[in-house]
């Protein structure tokens, strides 16, 4: 027999509360599962559907035994909220009643979770953190807000989830999300936001929570119009995927720039210079002009015969009609298929002048008239964008003829390819020339704009690529997050404000992050040695961790020393991150095959038993190590065109630690990172 327990022992009572919202939740899986569609429907597509609403619901109530509950609880002083208790969790449960066991993080009475303080309790007496281990309810924490005598002190909890080793993909963040950060990831849909932070301030992790909150604020509006995170390359999206989906949100896309402007196949690059002429927002009037070029004003008048009778619109009259439709603001392709009920309604004027009473239906067949085909194909002729980016690459005179007084001859020379291509499907397009095929489609035909985008590592994003974004979300709202000191392409942003205007979003708010969650001080304090040389200006970050890290720097090592290091940071639980040059990764790879150790790559799940990546330095952004090993600095910055380049993405690559960071080198260190005397 066990021995009895105490049942004014609150961890007891917390426990039982666990267990009975867990079997709450169960109850309510059941219930869904039970549901019969066959009773509410009979049309085959509506069952479809149905269905896989139910299977989503089925899947976002289920119980996963490592995802607590709750993590939290809020009592509020009695004339608040008639004093009640919330447990606050990932998700809402209700008893058979409809009575709440767990509330959503998002619903408004949990916010004050996240804001209230001792200075301003926003009426809550108590606020409680639980602590688990393996899916075990172990502790809890208690903060009597509105208690004059009980001083503030720092949340061990919280602490102890921060220092928390990682393991595999990204993970979400809801029972610790701090109050700057809950700000922005419950500010409005309406407008725009940009978060400047530095490394680990969890700009990423704010954007993924703010968009579960708009779509619990926002469900039908964004389940219609559709939400959008965009993020540097495949690895990222791989690491951070996860997120959504444990928060229950299953319906957000993931893209990269270049997925959203997939018109062609890119198997081309582009040198430095050449890119930075493509990426430049000038090139949306050249395209703007050449798009249009292929407007002309008719210079014959038009005979639409009918029967017996024939009618004629003189030229000045058709030339008014194309002159009003380029004055307005419509895209070519709109116009194009205005432009034949326009000439048809001339010809419908003067039917009624002769007295005849036409309707539409004869509107319809005047515009479809081989007459009126014939003027509408000379004067406005279908623009095919990807041709046209072709030809604007490949032929001199038609570049010059649009780039004048836009593009300097230096520029427009490096436009030109040395050989030009034949066909759309032969070329060699580059990422940048995808970029200037989606602005002619844009100027073609209206791009398709959702409810809500959130940008991530937005500061590598040229102008014409932020014009890209910015289309999709023009009747919409975006969430930019980024970090000018890690901006390594030519382009990169040097202003947050420039940037937002070519986003379409000019003047949106821009807040700053300088709480640092991933980095230890030590380290963080080191990798800052970089900020005045690469970005002056900005405020190195305010580590919060209490581990000052593991941090060592082994002078004279080859590859086998960096094996070596490896092979000592497998020694403490988490994940590996072996960080170098992108030149160095082969070199390093064979070292890690002839001693056995097998590795990841970047992006691809760690498990306990494969905790090892190899990270080429330029997809090391955005991602997170428990322990990194850094190999060899000074070729990290070598391998950059130039030295602001090369020593920004060495900043990028100390700032992946979590736990500790060993940078092996043989040649000198970068002088900002050398010893000091
Ligand atoms: N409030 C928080 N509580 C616990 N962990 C947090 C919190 N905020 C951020 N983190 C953790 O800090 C780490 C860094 O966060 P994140 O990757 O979002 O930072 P970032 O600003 O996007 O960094 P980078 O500029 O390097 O891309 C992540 O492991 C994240 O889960």
């Known amino acids: 027999m066990s021995a009895a327990v105490p049942t004014d022992d609150p961890l007891v009572r917390e426990r039982a509360h666990l267990a009975s919202s867990r079997a709450a939740l169960r109850a309510m899986r059941e219930e869904v599962e039970a549901l019969d569609i066959k009773d509410v429907t009979a049309n085959w597509v509506n069952s479809i559907v149905l269905e896989r609403q139910i299977e989503d619901r089925i899947k976002a109530l289920a119980d996963l035994s490592h995802t607590p509950l709750f993590f939290g609880r809020l009592d509020y002083l009695p004339p608040t909220q008639h004093g009640q208790r919330f447990y606050i969790g990932r998700r809402h449960v209700h008893d058979a009643h409809g009575d709440p066991m767990v509330i959503d993080w998002r619903a408004p009475v949990s916010q004050p979770y996240y804001q209230a303080s001792k200075k301003d309790p926003q009426d809550v007496g108590l606020r409680r953190r639980f602590g688990y281990t393996g899916g075990e309810l172990t502790a809890y924490e208690d903060e009597r807000l509105s208690d004059p005598a009980e001083l503030e002190r720092a949340s061990r909890l919280l602490q102890t989830e921060i220092e928390r080793p990682r393991v595999g993909p990204m993970r979400d963040i809801v029972a610790t999300i701090q109050p700057e950060q809950d700000e922005i990831v419950r500010s409005d849909l309406s407008g725009t936001l940009c978060v400047q932070g530095g490394p ?11 968009v579960a909150y708009l779509l619990y604020a926002h469900r039908e509006r964004l389940a219609r119009t559709g939400t959008l995170v965009i993020g540097p390359n495949r690895s990222f999206l791989q690491y951070i995927e996860q997120v959504l989906p444990a928060l229950g949100e299953l319906e957000v896309k993931q893209a990269t720039v270049d997925d959203l402007v997939a018109h062609v196949e890119v198997r081309g690059t582009d040198e430095a210079a050449t ?6 927002a000038r090139m949306a009037e050249v395209l703007r002009r050449a798009v249009r070029s292929h407007v002309t004003l008719p210079s014959e008048p038009l005979m639409v015969v009918r029967g017996s009778r024939r009618w004629r619109v003189p030229a000045h009259e058709l030339e008014e ?26 010809v419908l004027v003067r039917m009624e002048q002769a007295g005849e009473a036409p ?4 509107q319809n067949a005047v515009a479809r008239n081989p007459a009126v085909k014939a003027v509408v194909k000379e004067c ?25 007084g836009i593009l300097d001859e230096e520029e427009q020379k490096l436009l030109l390819w040395t050989k030009p291509a034949r066909s759309v499907k032969t070329a060699k397009w580059s990422a940048a020339d995808a970029v200037l095929i989606d602005e002619a489609t844009d100027l073609v035909e209206r791009t398709h704009s959702l409810g809500h985008v959130v940008l991530d590592e937005a500061q590598d994003l040229s102008p014409m690529q932020y014009r890209a974004v910015g289309r999709r979300c023009t009747t919409g709202s975006a969430t930019v997050l980024g970090d000018l000191a ?10 947050w404000q420039t940037a937002l205007a070519h986003l379409g979003k000019p003047g949106s ?21 970089l900020l005045p040389h690469m970005a002056p200006g900005l405020a190195p970050v305010e580590s919060v961790r209490e581990n000052p890290g593991a941090f060592e720097i082994r002078a004279g090592g080859d590859a086998g020393a960096v094996v070596t290091a490896c092979v000592d940071a497998l ?30 790559a970047p992006g691809e799940e760690t498990t306990a038993e494969s905790r090892l990546t190899l990270v080429p330095a330029s997809l090391a952004k955005g991602l997170e190590y428990d322990y990194v090993v850094l190999d060899e600095p000074a070729a990290v910055v070598d391998g950059e065109p130039d030295e602001r380049t090369g020593l920004r993405r060495l900043y990028v690559s100390l700032t992946r630690a979590v736990s500790g960071l060993t940078i092996v080198h043989a040649a000198p260190l970068p002088e900002q990172l050398a010893p000091r005397a």
């Open 486 to 495: 890690q901006g390594t392409t030519p382009w990169a942003t040097q202003s």
């Open 571 to 600: 020694g403490h639980e988490g994940s590996i991150g072996l960080i170098a040059a992108d030149a160095r990764i082969g070199v390093l790879a064979e070292a890690l095959e002839e001693a056995g150790l097998s590795y990841l």
């Open 380 to 404: 406005w002729p279908p623009v095919d964008p990807a041709k046209l980016v072709l030809r604007l690459l490949g032929d001199a005179e038609f570049l010059a003829e649009h780039a004048a």
């Open 321 to 346: 009609i194309v002159t009003e439709l380029t004055e307005r603001d419509i895209r070519y392709g709109a116009a194009r298929e205005a432009l034949p009920q326009r000439i048809a309604h001339a």
């Open 359 to 362: 309707d539409d239906r004869v």
């Open 275 to 280: 890119a930075v002429v493509k990426g430049d």
């Open 200 to 210: 680990g301030t969890g700009k990423t992790a704010v954007g993924l929570h703010r």
């Open 509 to 529: 708010r821009v807040e700053e992050l300088t709480a640092g969650f991933r980095v230890p001080s030590e380290v963080i304090a080191y990798a800052s040695r």
